[in-house]
């Protein structure tokens, strides 16, 4: 694998985000929706736990939209601008350049992760949270954000339209995220407890609640993995 490649598109992906007024308003407003989600409705205040419960359960929600927002310009910007072309004639192969892609969009979301740690901050003046579930939550949250973001990048691989692609990735990632919402369909057979395995919800959650096994953490990267393949399909038969 060539490593030089690699870098060299992370760092013109990431050159190219943040040179961009649109880079800091989606971190601006990821931070601000997720405070709101965290503190802002009542019932954080009726618990009286300093936890990020409530955050937990709208984070699902709020990568819905930023995961598409992240890789939305990815693939379709260059295929819009007619740079797609050059890309591929480079003497790299097809994963070297999804995964140079991957990679800067799960840099651009660790950033907005960092930003979001200020709500640690509240947490710490309002009681004394559990450090190791505050810990496990962070990892779930980058873990749901790294597997969304793959499956945003098919979304964006398929049409050079930003528009287009922002709506193909979110409704690949709510696929993703209604998986378990399957098992409710016939309860009691086979289905429900392949809905059950597959549940992203499900995994997620066990996270918020400070439980960190290798089984859940292999279902995010193996989601991950599946639709890098599928990108690179994507942008093999593109090449071709």
């Known amino acids: 694998m060539q490593t030089h490649v690699i870098k060299a ?4 992906e990431l050159g190219s985000y943040f040179s961009s007024p649109n880079g800091y308003v989606f971190i601006t407003i990821f931070v601000f929706l997720s405070a709101v989600a ?12 300093a936890n990020l419960d409530q955050l937990n ?11 598409p927002a992240i890789t939305m310009g990815a693939w379709a910007e260059e295929r819009r601008s007619g740079t797609d ?4 004639t480079l003497p790299a192969r097809d994963f070297e350049l999804v995964l140079g892609k991957y990679l800067a969009c799960l840099g651009i979301y660790a950033v907005s992760l960092v930003f979001s740690l200020s709500h640690l ?23 749901a954000g790294a597997a969304l973001i793959a499956v945003g990048l098919v979304g964006s691989a398929v049409t050079g339209n930003l528009t287009l692609a922002f709506i193909v990735s979110a409704l690949l990632c709510g696929a993703v995220l209604s998986l378990g919402g ?3 369909l016939m309860p009691g057979t086979v289905l429900e407890r392949v809905a059950n395995a597959v549940s992203f919800q499900g995994r997620f959650e066990e996270f918020g609640r400070g439980v960190v096994t290798l089984e859940n953490v292999g279902y995010f990267v193996a989601v991950a993995a ?4 599928v990108n690179t399909f994507i942008v093999n038969r593109r090449h071709w």
Not at 38 to 49: I, K, M, Q, T, Y
Not at 85 to 88: I, K, N, P, S
Not at 226 to 229: C, G, Y
């Open 121 to 143: 901050v509240v947490l710490w003046y309002l009681g004394r949270p559990d450090v190791g579930v505050v810990a496990s939550t962070y990892l779930g949250y980058f873990l």
């Open 182 to 184: 399957l098992a409710g």
């Open 38 to 49: 965290a503190f802002w409705l009542p019932g954080f205040f009726d618990r009286n736990l």
């Open 57 to 67: 359960a709208w984070f699902p929600v709020l990568l819905l939209f930023l995961a």
């Open 9 to 12: 598109i992370v760092k013109r």
């Open 226 to 229: 599946i639709a890098l393949w």
């Open 85 to 88: 072309e050059l890309l591929l």
